[in-house]
């Protein structure tokens, strides 16, 4: 029936897509959402006292945690280009947020210039929403309003890559082997009602991992003949890694995060994964960030946060001489190595912070010189 057409619906069904979109939504989703206030001199306290601060953290709604919701605005974001929360407030007091489907919901530009969110209803009804109303996530845009969706920008790919596993299956079904030709004697003609019959039994008998290597009884005169692999068909493995790099690509995801291990090696896994921190997760950290200042926060100034201090750990070893450098120049205080290493805090002697004091600028060894020469003309 020719080549699939792909949709956001059907994209997660091709393994590379759904392991794609897992890795970035799982990705962005486990780092801790915080909420910050900042005061008059830029330092920042966790806004625990804020009602939006457990609705970020803990409990969006009745039927969620913030990582389950987190998790599926993010898939679905990547899969139609946009994610829709309906913000249920109390006065002005975020309550509670519950995700709509992109599939059912056209954002429509009225004359005033205002955006108003029209949703289909499971029942068929529709309800329209106020911007005021909707925390909305999207994708890079064009038109600034609709989101793009990767499924559908690379639908072919996608449709490529579907193929390649439709012919694995069909292949390992038929027991990883090649087609048979089953031949007579010469001189020997086959009725082709008895051809027929033959091929039919032999497939019956033989198709099938779990019927390979079945011992074949053949009527006299009939012999059977292997095909050899073609040259497509030796190429199929390199075909289906380069189908998950072109749609890694699209995702922005470094291929050994899907198993793709080609060119990774031990050394540079952990440089390539503070790159997916840097390039692939961090744009979206910062979309879902900048939509929440913009949709649920009135205050100017609280600021939500992710936290990634484990992605850029490391190994222990750079974590312990990064660590011993900041507390010796007094850029870190015990304290926070601790809560940056997820400990917590010993009491306010904790806080103090230290630095070496064998160092000086050259100005000051000048005049420490002209002072010694001093006190020993003294003496003298």
């Not at 939006?52 to 998790?71: A, D, I």
């Not at 600034?144 to 193929?163: C, E, F, Y």
Request: hydrophobic share 35%; aromatic share 6%.
């Amino acid at each position: 029936g020719g080549i699939r057409r792909e949709t956001p619906e059907t994209a997660p069904e091709v393994s590379t897509v759904l392991a794609c979109i897992r890795v970035l939504a799982e990705g962005v989703s486990s780092m801790p959402l915080h909420l910050y206030r900042i005061d008059s001199n830029g330092a920042k306290q966790t806004a625990t006292e804020h009602p939006l601060y457990k609705v970020l953290r803990h409990r969006p709604n009745n039927e969620q945690t913030s990582l389950e919701l987190r998790e599926q605005l993010v898939m679905l974001y990547l899969l139609y280009g946009d994610a829709y929360c309906e913000i249920k407030r109390n006065g002005n007091t975020v309550e509670s947020i519950h995700p709509l489907h992109p599939s059912r919901m056209v954002v429509e530009r009225i004359a005033d210039g205002s955006l108003r969110y029209v949703y289909r209803e499971p029942t068929g009804r529709q309800t329209i929403y106020q911007p005021n109303n909707i925390w909305h996530l999207r994708m890079p845009s064009l038109d600034g309003v609709n989101g793009l969706s990767v499924p559908t920008m690379v639908k072919d790919a996608i449709a490529h890559a579907r193929s390649l596993e439709t012919y694995a299956l069909s292949y390992f079904a038929n027991g990883a082997k090649p087609g048979c030709v089953i031949t007579s004697e010469a001189g020997t003609q086959l009725p082709t009602e008895a051809a027929e019959r033959i091929r039919e039994q032999w497939e019956r008998l033989h198709r099938g991992a779990d019927r390979a290597h079945r011992t074949a009884v053949l009527p006299g005169g009939l012999k059977i003949h292997e095909l050899s692999a073609s040259n497509t068909e030796s190429q199929f493995i390199e075909a289906r890694k380069l189908a998950t790099i072109t749609i890694c690509q699209a995702f922005r995801v470094p291929p050994h995060l899907v198993q793709s291990l080609d060119g990774a090696t031990y050394s540079n896994i952990e440089h390539q994964s503070r790159e997916f921190l840097t390039y692939s997760l961090m744009p979206h950290l910062r979309r879902i960030e900048d939509s929440i200042s913009r949709d649920l926060i009135s205050e100017n100034d609280l600021v939500p946060e992710h936290d990634v201090h484990a992605l850029l750990r490391g190994d222990s070893a750079a974590r312990a001489s990064w660590y011993q450098q900041a507390l010796n120049s007094g850029i870190m205080s015990i304290n926070e190595v601790r809560q940056a290493e997820g400990m917590n805090p010993i009491g306010e002697e904790g806080d103090e912070r230290f630095m070496q004091v064998n160092m000086t600028t050259l100005k000051k060894l000048a005049a420490g010189s002209v002072e010694a020469e001093t006190e020993n003309e003294t003496e003298q």
